[in-house]
Structure formats: structure tokens, C-alpha cells
């Protein structure tokens, strides 16, 4: 039996134009009423996934920063907070950035940063674009030596191609992951969103199999293989409906509100 439920957000409960349909909404308290806990699990910061819950209109609990910081509500204390503080790797990173003039966005514990050129908001989708906007300038030389949660990667998928292998190469106590066409997230070792989820239903009580989860991304693929019962978006890569049980339809055809339908079925 399901009892908990991890949806991830960008490309799943959000639709092509960031919105989450009115569908959705009422699949994921349908799940509620049914005595199944929802459960936001997304690549974005702490102020990414407040922004998605505003958007959602409920408060839910949260693991975000790519599995780095888990919160069992918003604004309240961490059940897991995981950082990374190897900046004689990150410094690398931070060069390859400065290099060839990327975008960074870094979560740290109660703030966020970024660093890069103004003609980089252009190509932003309008979430990042927003939570950016309301961030911190990253001053390398005052932010360089404090913990973070994550540190994203932004560019064209081009330089993105040619930073991925030399990040592996230069960072090997880092973990990185490809989490969208402009995207490279960086966090400590061993901390991705399947990792994330496991700690939280260790906390919670849930067995694995007792748990379903539903995503798009690379980055999902360890929830999905964790997960007792799990989805892949329409919209999907096909290494991630390769590593799925199910396919749902695309997040502009409310698969998350197919995907609970077929749970509830169960």
C-alpha cells in the first residue's frame, strides 16, 4: 500500500509554461484525503521550492537542493541538512564559470547566491529567473569558504557538454548530475534526491515499499529506482522511462494526476 508520495517539480507537476493544473491540484489532495502523503522533491533551492508551494497553494513537506536539505514544512527546522565544503574542488568549478562567463547558483544554509552575466537571466526559465533575482550577488571572495547545500551550473547545453567530464575528472569527491538542458548540479558525495528520500522515510517511518514516486529528469532516477512503485513523465529522457515501472502522460497532460489515479486503483 502507498503511503507516501515524491513528486518532483520541473517538468512533472509543473506544466511547459511552469504552471501546475487544476488537475493535479486535486489528484494531490485526493491523495491526501486518501491517507497518502505528498511529498515535493525537486533539484531547486530552499527559495525554489517555497516559490512552487506559493504556486501550489498548500504546505507540503519538501526535500530540495537536489536531496541536500529536507523540511517537513516550510520555514521550519532541517530533519537533514547535508553540505559540501571541498573548495579545493569547487574552486575549479567557480574558474570554469569565470572562464566562459556560465551562470552559478549556489543554496547556502539561510541565503542564496549568484554569480554571472546579466544577458544569462534571457535564458532562464522564469522560476530560476525570479529566485535569482532575489538572490545574493556570489562574492567569491567573501562566500568562497562557507558550506553549501548546492551549487547549479548555468549555460548553454553546449558548454554544458564540455564542463559535465571535466567536472568528474576534477571534482571526484563531489556529486553532479545533469538536471535539465541548461543545468549541472553540484552537491556533496553521495547526495542526490534517491538518497534524500531514503533518509526521510527512515525519519518518517515509511518502508520503501510503501513509497511512489514520479518524475522527468535524469536527476529522478534515484527516487524512481528507490521508489516501491514509480513514474516516468511523457515528457521524459528515455533513461528515465527505461528506469521507471510506469509511463505517465506529459506534465502538459497532468500525468501526476494519472499517476495517482493508478495508485488509487491499487
Known amino acids: 500500500m502507498i503511503r507516501l508520495l515524491a513528486i518532483d517539480l520541473d517538468g512533472t507537476l509543473f506544466n511547459s509554461k511552469q504552471q501546475i493544473s487544476p488537475a493535479d491540484r486535486r489528484a494531490i489532495v485526493l491523495a491526501q484525503q486518501s491517507g497518502i502523503t505528498p511529498l515535493v522533491v525537486t533539484g531547486r533551492g530552499r527559495r525554489g521550492v517555497e516559490m512552487g508551494l506559493d504556486r501550489l497553494g498548500m504546505d507540503l513537506p519538501h526535500i530540495c537542493s537536489a536531496g541536500a536539505l529536507i523540511r517537513q514544512t516550510r520555514g521550519g527546522p532541517a530533519l537533514s541538512s547535508r553540505t559540501f565544503q571541498r573548495m579545493d574542488e569547487f574552486r575549479y568549478v567557480l574558474d570554469f564559470v569565470r572562464e566562459h562567463d556560465l551562470g552559478?547558483?549556489?543554496?547556502?544554509?539561510?541565503?542564496?547566491?549568484?554569480?554571472?552575466?546579466?544577458?544569462?537571466?534571457?535564458?532562464?526559465?522564469?522560476?530560476?529567473?525570479?529566485?535569482a533575482l532575489q538572490a545574493r550577488t556570489f562574492d567569491p571572495e567573501r562566500d568562497f569558504d562557507q558550506p553549501l547545500h548546492k551549487a547549479t551550473l548555468v549555460a548553454h547545453p553546449r558548454l554544458l557538454a564540455i564542463a559535465e567530464p571535466l567536472i568528474s575528472r576534477h571534482c571526484p569527491s563531489l556529486h553532479h548530475t545533469v538536471a535539465?538542458?541548461?543545468?549541472?548540479?553540484?552537491?556533496?558525495?553521495?547526495?542526490?534526491?534517491?538518497?534524500?528520500?531514503?533518509?526521510y522515510a527512515e525519519k518518517m517511518g515509511y518502508a520503501l515499499d510503501e513509497i511512489a514516486a514520479i518524475g522527468d529528469q535524469m536527476i529522478?532516477?534515484?527516487?524512481?529506482?528507490?521508489?516501491?512503485l514509480s513514474a516516468a513523465m511523457g515528457n521524459a529522457r528515455a533513461e528515465v522511462k527505461a528506469a521507471a515501472d510506469l509511463v505517465a502522460p506529459s506534465n502538459d497532460e497532468d500525468g501526476v494526476a494519472w499517476f495517482i489515479e493508478q495508485i488509487l486503483r491499487r
Open 104 to 131: 552559478l547558483v549556489a543554496d547556502a544554509p539561510g541565503t542564496h547566491l549568484w554569480f554571472g552575466p546579466d544577458a544569462l537571466f534571457e535564458n532562464l526559465d522564469p522560476l530560476t529567473a525570479e529566485s
Open 180 to 199: 535539465g538542458e541548461r543545468y549541472i548540479d553540484v552537491t556533496a558525495h553521495g547526495v542526490d534526491k534517491g538518497s534524500g528520500l531514503a533518509i
Open 220 to 228: 529522478d532516477i534515484p527516487m524512481l529506482r528507490l521508489a516501491g
